[in-house]
């Protein structure tokens, strides 16, 4: 006889075709054919119903639960839960009951816990025992009884994956922003650098942190000026400066000589000059300033660039001395009957190629006499034809340049004035000598 195989419990029924397949080996099986009588653990033989029963372990052992958990039953085998636990019990449900798995032991613990040493329901750390779902972008926190998937700082969840925040789309950063995984930094302009806040950017100093200005640095926003001191320009290169050669620049610097220096230039003259503001050249009146060294028997006679010590005395025979510079021819004198009667020295000084013609002298008669003509000429001195004499009127006449003349030179003319009165029939000649020093520039 076998048992239909919709009245047993599974395990018994499995246990049964174990033994049809084997067939009828065993004597015992022969002997005792309808004694179907052993059942898995948890499971009894009811010889009324002729089914192994669910042993109510709950009632059969003694504190099957310990301490504050209650006993519940179970098929093939019992669990302990909290007393508050709430048992939903299918036990008179109408299907099959649930497959008994036959050597493990069940869970007694609430769904993300598990029993301990003292067998009290501890929280299993899914993160730490693999035992979660969370994405490799995505980071795991354990929490009672179950635990969490989330995104890292700067990972924003979108879909099922955790993608970095462009924090950079926002606007955080005052110049460049620069995205980076989880998180951003802001960057500055050359010239500037990031703020406290590490967003917004303030201008450096650049002059304060040893910008290579060689002269002159100027801090501005967001970058620095070089500048040169006066007398230097900038290179090229922005940095350093270089001598400017003012005197390359303009031959009007300087009347005579321009000498360039680091920075500057200056004007030298010649000798006997002096500067005079900065840029001109003025005689030295060496007599005026004491500078010469005439003798007291001579006369300091000052021209452009020196001066010259003339004797006092220049009166010679049959002349005699009247005044510092006049000497008389006396008419007692039969050697003077066909001189001048006087001799008066008189000293210019001009300067080189004047523009021509140039009136350079004025002669004047010193004593006029009523009705009497005045006639001036050059008597000695102009052999080449240097001057000549433009009379103004009866008693002055101008002694003109005529060509322009280059020093150093020097003329020694004599300026004859005849005074002559037809009434009187009176006819008298006196000389003015003048020497002429044309000094070697046109300064
Ligand atoms: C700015 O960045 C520096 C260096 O990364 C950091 O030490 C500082 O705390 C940041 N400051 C602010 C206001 O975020
Ligand atoms: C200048 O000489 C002329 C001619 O001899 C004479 O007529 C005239 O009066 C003189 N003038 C003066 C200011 O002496």
């Known amino acids: 006889m076998l048992p239909c195989a919709s009245c047993l419990p599974g395990s018994l029924l499995l246990w049964a075709l174990l033994l049809l397949l084997s067939g009828p080996a065993s004597p015992q099986d022969s002997e005792e ?22 042993v109510n372990e709950c009632l059969t052992i003694p504190e099957a639960c310990k301490g504050e958990m209650k006993c519940i039953n179970h098929y093939g085998g019992y669990l302990c839960l909290p007393r508050s636990a709430a048992v939903i019990n299918d036990l008179h449900g109408e299907g099959p009951p649930p497959p008994v798995p036959p050597a493990q032991h069940p869970n007694p613990c609430p769904p993300g816990y598990e029993p301990d040493d003292q067998e009290s329901c501890v ?18 926190h354990n929490l009672p009884g179950s635990y969490q998937c989330t995104c890292p700082d700067g990972y924003r969840k979108i879909g099922p994956e955790c993608v970095d925040i462009d924090e950079c789309r926002y606007r955080y950063c005052q110049h460049r922003c ?28 650049e002059c304060d942190m040893g910008a290579p200005c060689e002269q002159r640095c100027f801090n501005s926003y967001g970058t620095f000026l070089c500048r040169c001191h ?14 400017i050669d003012e005197c390359s620049y303009s031959s009007y610097l300087c009347q005579y000589r321009c000498v360039n220096e680091p920075g500057r ?20 009146d060496e007599c005026e300033s004491g500078a010469h060294q005439c003798s007291e028997a001579q006369t300091c006679v000052n021209f452009h660039g020196g001066y010259r010590c003339v004797d006092t005395n220049r009166c010679v025979e049959p002349y005699v001395q009247v005044s510092d510079n006049r000497c008389l021819c006396p008419a007692s004198n039969p050697l003077c009957r066909e001189q001048p009667s006087s001799i008066v020295h008189r000293y210019m000084t001009i300067t ?18 009523p009705g009497a003509y005045n006639a001036f000429q050059i008597r000695a001195g102009n052999s080449q034809g240097d001057f000549y004499i ?24 004599d300026l004859e004035m005849v005074t002559m009165n037809s009434l009187m029939s009176y006819r008298a000649s006196s000389v003015l000598r003048l020497t002429v020093f044309v000094g070697a520039y046109t300064f």
Do not use: K
Request: negative net charge; glycine residues 6%.
């Open 33 to 54: 054919p309808d004694s179907y009588t052993e059942c898995t653990d948890g499971y009894e033989w009811d010889p009324d119903s002729q089914h192994c029963r669910d």
């Open 123 to 140: 929280d299993v750390d899914e993160c730490a025992q693999a035992l979660h779902d969370c994405r490799p972008s995505q980071d795991c």
């Open 178 to 205: 620069v995205n980076l995984p989880g998180s951003f930094r802001c960057q500055c302009e050359p010239g500037f650098q990031l703020g406290p806040n590490n967003r917004s950017c303030v201008d450096v100093n």
């Open 230 to 243: 006066q007398g230097y320009e900038l290179h090229r290169d922005g940095f350093s400066c270089s001598d």
């Open 265 to 284: 230039f200056s004007c030298h003259c010649p000798q006997g000059y002096q500067l005079l503001a900065t840029r001109l050249c003025q005689d030295i």
């Open 352 to 369: 080189s190629e004047r523009s021509v013609p140039a009136d350079v002298f004025q002669i004047q008669a010193t004593s006029v006499y």
């Open 390 to 413: 433009r009379q103004i009127n009866n008693v002055s006449a101008m002694l003109v340049l005529a060509r322009p003349v280059t020093g150093p030179r020097e003329y020694v003319l």
